[in-house]
T-cell receptor
Framework: DTGVSQDPRHKITKRGQNVTFRCDPISEHNRLYWYRQTLGQGPEFLTYFQNEAQLEKSRLLSDRFSAERPKGSFSTLEIQRTEQGDSAMYLC????????????FGSGTRLTVV | QKEVEQDPGPLSVPEGAIVSLNCTYSNSAFQYFMWYRQYSRKGPELLMYTYSSGNKEDGRFTAQVDKSSKYISLFIRDSQPSDSATYLC??????????FGRGTSLIVHP
């Protein structure tokens, strides 16, 4: 297993377009998280799945954001009608019963909205 | 006031120095404490995690938690230029959702 994979690494989009990011967690990990990070700040929690169930969403997650984790494997994060303020690094992390509080992050998807 | 406070730095030290990085927090429910290293334009890399108060050592890194003061530290011994990065503390209670500090930028110069 090569860790948490995120795709694409970079995305440039025009304001108003929709974008979708994908995260493939470590295979035995049942918990998957999405975070957003802007320059000079720490990661901010967006949402979290345990298996296929979305258990928590941040107030930061407006109705333009939606996340799924079908069958409890990979996850997608979609942003509709992107705004310039959505420009950030979107990070995915996963952990499982054995690693518990050892969350492993992917390399992130850097979104630029022009 | 943020739940987790961390001085952004930068902290500049000479090679071989002992580095001390710190975070304070306000939520007494936090029980699990993590330190991550993040290089520019990369995802955070887990260094260590600890439960409750006390010390934990892993190679050149020592994590220290003082729950009574709501204060955690990461010490790096014999610092190297390759340690230059941003160090993020994170913590959680029973929610399984880590809350991060903003990170401290560390520069180790030869």
């Amino acid at each position: 297993d090569t860790g948490v994979s995120q795709d694409p690494r970079h995305k440039i989009t025009k304001r108003g377009q929709n974008v979708t990011f994908r995260c493939d967690p470590i295979s035995e990990h049942n918990r998957l998280y999405w975070y957003r990070q802007t320059l000079g700040q720490g990661p901010e929690f967006l949402t979290y799945f345990q298996n296929e169930a979305q258990l928590e969403k941040s107030r930061l997650l407006s109705d333009r954001f939606s996340a799924e984790r079908p069958k409890g494997s990979f996850s997608t994060l979609e942003i509709q009608r992107t705004e310039q303020g959505d420009s950030a690094m979107y990070l995915c992390a996963s952990t499982g019963r054995r690693t518990n509080y050892g969350y492993t992050f992917g390399s992130g998807t850097r979104l630029t909205v022009v | 006031q943020k739940e987790v406070e961390q001085d952004p730095g930068p902290l500049s030290v000479p090679e071989g120095a002992i580095v001390s990085l710190n975070c304070t927090y306000s939520n007494s429910a936090f029980q699990y404490f993590m330190w991550y290293r993040q290089y520019s334009r990369k995802g955070p890399e887990l260094l260590m995690y600890t439960y409750s108060s006390g010390n934990k050592e892993d190679g050149r890194f020592t994590a220290q938690v003082d729950k009574s003061s709501k204060y955690i530290s990461l010490f790096i011994r014999d610092s190297q230029p390759s340690d230059s990065a941003t160090y993020l503390c994170a913590m959680t209670g029973g929610s399984y959702i880590p809350t991060f500090g903003r990170g401290t930028s560390l520069i180790v110069h030869p």
